[in-house]
């Protein structure tokens, strides 16, 4: 399909970055949407770093304190999909194509749908960086929006011959500022949809029975949005869905999250998700690395504690649940097994990070599961 750009760069101010299925019986316990319009409300846990922290021997606890296996124990929270991130070559070896089917064979089998999300970085990929992986760094344009296509389709057929069929695959992750810097940069829009349309075109002749996902985040933040997918729609990007970040205590008011997937919905006409969110339970540390969100109370009104996790969790389906025509579709938490474990820290490259999160997971500093996780699972 030819792409145009329609709209320009000009509307980078304000799109802001120009200056930076739950087993059958507890489907029917917790509620299955399945068979209503759009199938069933995505009860969604971003699991990506587990496999790292169950290998540095992370425990996880059921209801009872007993030892568990922590996918089965979300599956019997309710939590109906996983979301696994992707990178191209990881220097510690973990979120690559093995361990993203790794996590698809056992979502799988606890009966669970699967979430991808691929960064197409070898690590972190969000608004404030979106390097290419090194193996790609010199590659000309063509050779890019190839490159894009190929790893989408071999990871997504890695699954399929697995007999994993994800229900949802993201191409990138958070670009608002686009994404493979600088090829496909904000300030490269028609290369920049090229490739964002390289790796959904990848995703429907991978995977076809999977909605292709373009992802963004300051979930309150409407001109950021209406600008990239205004933008996406001129240049012909074949996107199903739109995800959003939202972190209360980062991204506005709920009623600015509310606004904008109001507005979306009835722009675009497509499914939305949260497909990142948190909120930490204590100001406590348990591996003495320090904690991303340490202020006491990071939303006015609502310190850090168990039942404001249950709190925002419970807002922030009720926002998503409302969008009209029944577009709202989901919530994913994001790391909610992410537990403090020596070894297993943010950094692929350096074997000493710690964990900034574990204050944000749904499992306590003992591995017992907290109240927000049975919330998540009956969203």
């Known amino acids: 399909m030819k792409r145009r750009t329609a709209l320009t760069a000009a509307g980078a101010g304000v799109f802001g970055i120009a200056a930076a299925a739950a087993v059958p019986a507890l489907a029917e316990a917790v509620g299955d949407d399945r068979g209503k319009p759009g199938g069933r409300f995505v009860r969604g846990a971003d699991v990506s770093g587990l496999l790292k922290n169950e290998d540095y021997g992370a425990v996880y606890r059921k209801a009872n304190g007993r030892p568990g296996d922590a996918v089965q124990i979300l599956a019997d929270s309710g939590v109906n999909t996983l979301r696994a991130k992707v990178w191209v070559d990881p220097a510690d070896g973990y979120n690559d194509k093995d361990h993203v089917v790794a996590l698809g064979k056992r979502a799988k089998r606890a009966g669970m749908d699967l979430m991808v999300d691929f960064h197409y970085s070898d690590a972190w990929a969000d608004p404030g960086k979106q390097n290419k992986p090194a193996a790609w760094a010199e590659l000309s344009f063509a050779d890019l929006k190839t490159a894009v296509y190929e790893h989408t389709a071999d990871v997504l057929g890695a699954l399929r011959r697995a007999g994993v069929k994800p229900t949802l695959v993201q191409v990138g992750n958070e670009t608002n500022g686009g994404l493979l810097w600088p090829d496909g940069r904000w300030d490269q829009l028609e290369q920049m949809a090229e490739l964002l349309a390289a790796g959904c075109d990848a995703v429907h002749d991978t995977a076809p029975q999977a909605k292709a996902v373009l992802h963004l985040a300051e979930g309150g933040n409407n001109g ?16 199903d869905a739109i995800g959003a970040s939202y972190y209360p205590y980062w991204h506005g008011p709920l009623s600015g999250l509310e606004a904008n997937l109001n507005d979306l919905a009835g722009r675009y006409g497509k499914p939305l998700y949260v497909v990142e969110t948190a909120y930490p339970f204590t100001t406590g540390d348990a591996d003495g690395f320090a904690n991303i969100v340490t202020d006491p109370e990071p939303v006015a009104g609502y310190p850090s504690s168990p039942e404001n996790q249950v709190h925002w969790l ?5 926002v998503v649940r409302n969008v009209p025509d ?24 350096d074997p000493s990070s710690g964990n900034g999160w574990e204050n944000q997971a749904l499992f306590d500093f003992d591995g017992k599961p907290l109240p927000g996780l049975r919330t998540l699972g009956r969203l």
Do not use: S
């Not at 950021?224 to 996107?239: I, L, R, S």
């Not at 029944?326 to 943010?346: M, N």
């Open 326 to 349: 029944g577009l709202g579709r989901g919530v994913v938490y994001w790391e909610p097994t992410w537990t403090g474990v020596a070894g297993a820290g943010w950094d692929p490259a």
């Open 224 to 239: 950021a949005f209406t600008w990239f997918f205004d933008n996406a729609v001129a240049n012909g990007v074949p996107f």
């Open 314 to 318: 419970e807002q922030i389906a009720e």
